[in-house]
């Protein structure tokens, strides 16, 4: 089930009796088993009606019994499993899960893991209740679900501020909502969220980032891009040269691709590269200013300096001066 759609079932007092939560994106599991635990139950009937457990300190047999009781003084009871996957014989839950109690919500959290479909209990599971697998989300697709997670609290944001987001805070969701859950604090309520917010708020510079860097390159502008390479060399923690590198194979890769696009139509350039069309033009720039050797080149070239920041044939050459020297044999 589409997980928009799962949370607003809940909230809205649609309940099954079995969640079967599972998958590599922690973030969307802890919002489902939260939001059941919120909407379930009120406070004064969480204290005789909540039930928590963990995988790796319970016996199955502990959970279906849980599971069986009848709620004290109130419509229905949660009984939740966190860290599922440490949990040993699942299978064992299958007879309950045939037949569960129409009273309890049991919410079933295995994290980092899938479980295996063919399983007889998972197949009950889903027949009686609810599977949701949560797939993790990729670098590429981040900026626009900042972009929905933000108007579903009535904000709106530029694309160059969601790709901010996207290249500091990586792809860890929770990370990435907590910082944003500041912000909103900062801000008002039906405001655009801009880089200035994004830097006055969560501290991701809005002139010295992996996008500002690759557009300097992109456009062949020497001194901005030395700059920027100057700054993250004093700041290795937060611009980690992994972190750069990965980011720039992955532009260069995305700027070949339009030499072999028949249009510059910006629409289906993006689609094409995975990019918001409101970026385009400047890797249409870039595709201008290089050729497709030198595009080749300067993928070898990141390949090679790739072994050297992990110190393959550097001698004592420092981090921050291979950082700039990369940057100059780029353009060059």
């Known amino acids: 089930m589409d997980f928009q759609q799962l949370i607003t079932d809940i909230k809205q007092q649609k309940f099954k009796p079995v969640y079967l939560l599972h998958g590599q ?37 502990q959970v279906i019994e849980a599971a069986k009781r009848y709620p004290m003084m109130a ?17 064992a839950l299958e007879s309950y899960l045939q037949n569960p109690l129409s009273s309890t919500i049991l919410v079933i959290a295995f994290k980092g893991k899938k479980v295996d479909g063919r399983k007889k209990w998972v197949k009950f599971a889903q027949k009686t209740g609810v599977e949701f697998f949560s797939k993790p989300i990729y670098d590429d697709k981040i900026p626009a679900w900042v972009e929905k997670y933000l108007k579903n609290k009535n904000y709106q944001i530029t694309p160059k501020a969601a790709l901010l987001i996207g290249d500091f805070l990586g792809t860890d969701l929770a990370k990435i909502t907590n910082e944003l ?43 901005k891009a030395q700059q920027i390479a100057i700054y993250f060399g004093q700041n290795l923690k937060d611009h980690p040269p992994v972190v750069t590198l990965a980011v720039l194979m992955k532009y260069f890769g995305q700027v070949m691709s339009i030499y072999f696009e028949k249009t510059r139509d910006k629409y289906s350039i993006a689609k094409k590269i995975g990019v918001n069309p409101y970026f385009v033009k400047d890797y249409l720039a870039a595709a201008d200013n290089f050729t497709g050797k030198k595009v080749m080149s300067n993928i070898t070239l990141l390949r090679e300096y790739d072994g050297k920041f992990k110190g393959v044939g550097t001698g004592k050459v420092a981090p921050q001066e291979l950082l700039r020297e990369l940057v100059w044999k780029l353009m060059n």
């Open 25 to 61: 994106e922690p973030y969307f599991i802890d919002q489902i088993s939260k939001a059941v635990e919120s909407h379930a139950l009120t406070e004064e009937e969480k204290g005789f009606n909540m039930t928590v457990m963990y995988g790796k300190d319970t016996d199955v047999h």
């Open 75 to 91: 419509e229905r009871q949660v009984v939740t499993v966190r860290e599922a996957q440490s949990m040993r014989n699942p299978e």
């Open 181 to 223: 859950d500041k912000l909103m604090l900062n801000v008002e309520p039906g405001s655009t969220v801009d880089e200035n917010h994004i830097e006055a708020n969560i501290g991701i510079s809005k002139d010295f980032n992996n996008f500002e860097l690759q557009n300097a390159i992109g456009r062949l502008n020497h001194a």
